[in-house]
């Protein structure tokens, strides 16, 4: 199947610090991909480069067959791209922010007024197109920052973070959205700190840290990696550092971190299996206040990768 | 590309209209200068209907060059009349009094002194009360000490030569190494007949420029920092549009700001800034100067604070030096030089000679170009700066 965006060896340095190096992936029509990182990996400046906002050092961008770099307006035509900010003006309503996004891209004028109202049902705001921007939820404002990147139809849907900040009904609205604009064909790339919605939307992810993709692969491939183990959360009431370091020594526990001031949290082969083993090891050191075990999921496999949280 | 273009100038513009920075910077405020010019400064230049006193006691070619140009000079016909004192305290009683404004005193000799390659000294009488009548004695002044300059250097070199002392005099008139004749001419800058309230209008239009065009500038900056900005570049159009947009309302309200400054003038106080065409090209060119200089500072400038505070300084520092504060000519020299790189200097002096003289776009053709390649400087800087970083 022909690709909607293929980028290749992509590197950006700034003043001899490297941001990004040698990033490449496709995405396929209908494809939902996953960008993943901890602050600072590489994923903005990664993004800024797809959508034409950085000039990379080295490496092509290709939308939809359109070489970004020799014919940039071809392929910015087919990408949309929700910034993590509301990239929109407060003064203006949402039907006034649409219309002038649609005027700006080139859309005929006899298609402006239909088009702002499709986009406007398709995010649910059609009911609200006259109130100014800042009278808008901050869910509303995320659901219309979506909706002027849907504008002129893109065939590649790019959004960082576009979730921030928002309640869980417009959140459940937004992926439900989203999994539509997917079923429909639209290629979607994804940067998000809640994992479990890149679990839920994205087919396939790529782990990004200190500038270059870590891992890549289906949610299945990439939980693979840290070959089956659970993830156990404890949190403990005592000598949490002591605790920490005993639980390092303990055989089949591959990753120990200390997430919180009381609570910590492991990567081990068979986990549930090895609780009682645990508890014994801290026994003496910290009481466990409390105790979940999960299996193997990106989360797991991101901390095993990176070692960090998504959301330090 | 147009229409992307216009569609950015559109909501600029209405952005403009609804906060009401257009109609504020546009119309109320040049009305207003015009009128604080047309009712506290309308009228002719004050010094130029002052009386300088004459105190001659050389009896030789320098005071009677004096009179003989000023007599002469139908610029300065029935603005500036010459009375003969006796003495320095007949001078200093009558300044005083306020019978002259100010006072020119040659003592007796000078003309030999300089004749013979000694040099000589004027002296000049001024009052406080009549500072711009000082500055016309003074420039007289100027003129005659570079004449004396001119004939003492000619003298000694001829003396140094071998010629007789008691020829040398006549060896340098026939020669004509004694410098150009005195002559006093119309020079609006240093303080020739100008209305003052076309003058300091036209300086304020000047300076106000900078402020209009220098919001639109702001509020591209205000857009990188919310993120439209990127949320169009990222969109199909060209990467200049979102500046360009800007740039155009930023010049359109400009220009209507300084013509709404002139027609003021003229309509309400019937001031007169000279030929019509002559005075919009400058116009024109000013404002293309102010937008490519704030268009520079906003491709430098790392935020919308940084380039207000920038703009600002610029803006004031090229209205000092540029005439646009306080007159040109009472600057010295070292700074009416340094006024020559800003373009209020330029414009300034190229509107209040239009005031002055009567003359045609031909006589604003120095002003114009040297406008034209500052703005042509500052669009070529700030091309490279926006490519570096808002484009980068």
Redesign the interface.
Known sequence: MTSTLTCENLSKTYGGVVAVRDVGFTVAPGEAYGLLGPNGAGKTTTISML?????PDTGTVVVGGADLAADP??A??K?G?V???????P?LTGRENLR??C????LPRREVRARVEEVLDLVGLADRADAKLDTYSGGMKRRINIG??LL?RPELLILDEPTVGVDPQSRKSILDGLERLVADGMALIYTSHYMEEVERICSRVAIIDHGSIVAEGTRHELVELVGGADRIELTLDGDVETALAKLRGLGGVTEAVRTSAASVRLIAEGGRYLLPSVISTVDGIAAVTAVEVVEPDLEATFLHLTGSTLRD | ML??LL??SA?ELR?RV?DRTALIIAIIVPVAMATLFGVALGGDDPPLRATVGIVDQDGGEFPAGVRREVLASTELSGVLTLRDLPGREQAQRALDAGDIGAAIIFPAGFSDSVGAGEGGRVGVLTSADTPLAGVVANAVVDRISSLVRARTLAVRASLEAGVPAAEVKEFVERNGAAGPALTLENDPMAGGRVDLSVYYGAGMAALFAFFVVGASFRSLLIERK???L?????????GW?PIAGKAVVGFALAMVSVCVTWGSSVLIFGSTWGDPVAVFTLLLAHVLAATAITMLVASRARTDAQADGVIMVISFVAAFFGGSLVPLYTLPDVLQTIALFTPNAWTTTGLTGLAGSGAGLASVALPIGVLLAIAVAAFGLAATGFRKGLL?
């Open positions: 959508v034409g906002l950085l000039k307006m071809a910015k035509a990408i791209y910034p993590q900010e509301i990239a929109l003006y003064d002038f996004f005027r700006l891209f080139g002027a990147a002129h | 229409r992307s569609t950015v909501l952005t609804r919310q993120g439209t990127d949320r169009m570049r990222a969109g199909p159009i060209h549009v980068g």
